[in-house]
């Protein structure tokens, strides 16, 4: 089942919709959240890259800094710049 994914920048919302997994580094080390994931907040790291998996296909977002948050309500990443890229 799918779970709710949010890029957001203060000027742009950068990527929204339904994913199968999304993978971040943050200042901890590298995350993977599925769907049903317990509830968090962690800091994205300098200079990272966010992956959104959904089906086949993978979003790559070039992140400067952030903060990802994970609820039952889905994902939520505010950055300072996000800059998408795709492939599969």
Do not use: N, Y
Not at 18 to 42: N, P
Not at 55 to 71: H, K, N, R, Y
């Amino acid at each position: 089942m799918p779970m709710r994914v949010a890029i957001l920048s203060p000027e742009r919302e950068v990527w929204s919709g339904e994913a199968d997994m999304v993978v971040a580094r943050t200042t901890e080390g590298d995350i993977g959240v599925l769907t049903g994931h317990v509830s968090l907040l962690g800091v994205l790291a300098a200079g990272s890259q966010v992956r959104v998996k959904t089906g086949a296909e993978t979003l790559s977002v070039d992140v400067d800094g952030g903060f990802l948050s994970v609820t039952k309500q889905g994902v939520s990443i505010l950055v300072e710049h996000g800059v998408v890229s795709t492939g599969s």
